[in-house]
C-alpha cells in the first residue's frame, strides 16, 4: 500500500513539473544591430512585444564594420536571428555591397535603405517613386509632413524618433483609413520589385527595412 502511495506521488509531481515547463514559454531573441545610434533603436525599442524578446543597439559602426560588430554581439548571447540595419550615405559602392553579401553569408538579415533610414519614414507621407532623392532632403520632407500633426523629427540634431511621431508612423492616413506603416510597407515593395539587385548601392531610393518591420509584426505586440 505505502509503495502505491508513493508511486502516486511520483506521478503527480512529475505531471506538475511537466505542465510548469509547458506554461513557461521560451520566447525567440532577436538582435537588431543598428548604424545609428538614435533613429533606428528609437523605433525598433518603441514595438512591444508578447511573444519575442527584440533587442535593438545602436552602435555608431558603419557598412562592413557594423557586420563585424554585430558578429561579436551575435556571441554576447543565444540569439535566434541578428538583423544588421544599416545606409548608403556616402559610403562607397563597394563596402556597401559587401556589407550586404557579408552579413547574408554570416547569416544574419540585412534591412538596408538608400541613402538613409529617413527615406523609410518618408514612404508613411509621400508616395516617392524611387530615384535620385539626397538625405538632404529627408528633413524637410518629413516635418512637412509631420509638423501640421502634431510632431517633429529633428534630423539634424538628436536624431531621435519621438512618442508622437512613432505614434503618426502607426496612425490611419484620413482619407484612406488605411494605417500609414501598411501604406509604406506597400510603397516599399513596389520600389523594391522594380530594381533588379544586380547593385544594392545603385538602387537608390530604396529601404528593405519593410522586410524586417513585417516579420517584427509577425510577433503578438502589446
Known sequence: MASKVIEKKRLRK???LNRSRASKQVL???LIVCEGK???PSYFNQLKF???RVEAVGEGYNTISLIDRAEFLSKQDTYDEVWCVFDKDDFTNYNFNSAIYKAEGMGFKVAYSNQAFEYWLILHFNDHQGGALHRDQYNEMINR???PLGAEYDGNGCKIITS?????LFSNEPQTKKSRY???IE???RLDDKLNHNSYAKEESSTTVFKLLEHLLSFKLY
Open 182 to 184: 501598411k501604406i509604406a
Open 145 to 147: 509632413a509631420i509638423v
Open 164 to 168: 508622437e511621431f512613432f505614434n503618426l
Open 28 to 30: 525567440p531573441i532577436i
Open 187 to 189: 510603397r516599399a515593395k
Open 38 to 40: 538614435n533613429t533606428e
Open 14 to 16: 512529475k505531471r506538475n
Open 50 to 52: 508578447k511573444t519575442a
